[in-house]
Nanobody
């Protein structure tokens, strides 16, 4: 049974930082690209970032480029999203996802095979 467990969300002031973690089990983690998505209240779930299976190539949404960093540790079966210079518009539930197609680095939600449960990130102004 595949599980992606997301942690690290919380309340932070604008300009602050948070680090999200996504711990995977039940799959061969290094065979999957990993992605992060977010969904603000009343809005569609949107792509944030993705990292290739080996931690090399990455892609980011324009809205987070230069502020967020995606990474992974295949020895720990964990993906990370470091979020710096947070803004109130970053407030959302954040999800991680796994894509079994290596090096696709897809921003397309339907390409992801497994999803975590989400964690709330709230940025106050």
């Amino acid at each position: 049974q595949v599980q992606l467990v997301v942690s690290g969300g919380g309340l932070v002031q604008a300009g602050g930082s948070l680090r999200l973690s996504c711990a995977a089990s039940g799959l061969t983690f290094s065979n999957y690209d990993m992605g992060w998505y977010r969904q603000a209240s009343g809005k569609y779930r949107e792509f944030v970032a993705a990292v290739s299976w080996d931690g090399g190539p990455t892609i980011y949404a324009d809205s987070v480029k230069g502020r967020f960093t995606i990474a992974r540790d295949n020895d720990r079966n964990t993906a990370f999203l470091q979020m710096n210079s947070l803004k109130p518009e970053d407030t959302a539930v954040y999800y991680c996802a796994a894509d079994r197609s290596k090096l696709r680095l897809s921003p397309i939600r339907s390409n992801y095979d497994y999803w975590g449960q989400g964690t709330q990130v709230t940025v106050s102004s």
